[in-house]
């Protein structure tokens, strides 16, 4: 009966530090340390941590998604390269972004929620942006140039530009 009556402390006290104590210490770390992370950073379009679906002319697009944007289907399409489904998928994004295209925005992210592109494929896509929203190439790669998030740490990864923030920026520009 001892060995069970300490078996039952050793339960509780196990299911209160690691079930209730840690998680909360953690989670107030990353709202102090990451908020914008920790919380979503949701805003009215939608979170900058996520690939937002458009296809308007008027705002960035970001890198195809095998899940359609969708967080619950999130992941790649699981297609081979002798996939006929996916040279027919490629070859109607060559033609959509033109033959010259950055790969990235021809081919689907692993995840299908990829909220960043590179600059060079967000400078790709500047002239159709900007003759929409009736303002220089020049004026569109400025913004792309400030919005440019160097590899994580100094090192980790290359240089990035998150679609959403870039697209609000430019709603911004009124």
Not at 130 to 137: D, H, M
Request: aromatic share 6%; proline share 7%; charged share 20%.
């Amino acid at each position: 009966m001892k060995t069970i009556l300490e078996s039952l402390r050793v339960l509780l006290v196990l299911t209160v530090l690691t079930g209730i104590a840690y998680p909360l210490v953690v989670t107030g770390i990353a709202r102090i340390a990451f908020h914008e992370q920790a919380t979503g950073s949701v805003g009215p379009n939608g979170s900058k941590l996520l690939a937002q679906k458009t296809e308007s002319p008027k705002y960035f697009w970001p890198r195809p998604s095998a899940a359609d944007y969708a967080t619950v289907a999130s992941g790649a399409s699981n297609k081979g390269p002798t996939s006929a489904d996916l040279a027919k998928s490629i070859a109607e994004r060559r033609e959509k972004f033109g033959k010259d295209a950055p790969d990235e925005l021809i081919t689907a992210s692993g995840s299908g929620l990829d909220p960043h592109l590179s600059p060079a494929a967000a400078k790709y896509q500047a002239p159709r942006v900007a003759a929409e929203r009736k303002i220089t190439v020049e004026r569109a790669n400025a913004l792309i140039d400030e919005l440019t998030e160097g590899p994580q740490l100094g090192f980790l990864g290359e240089p990035r530009v998150n679609v959403l923030a870039l697209d609000q920026a430019l709603d911004a520009l009124k």
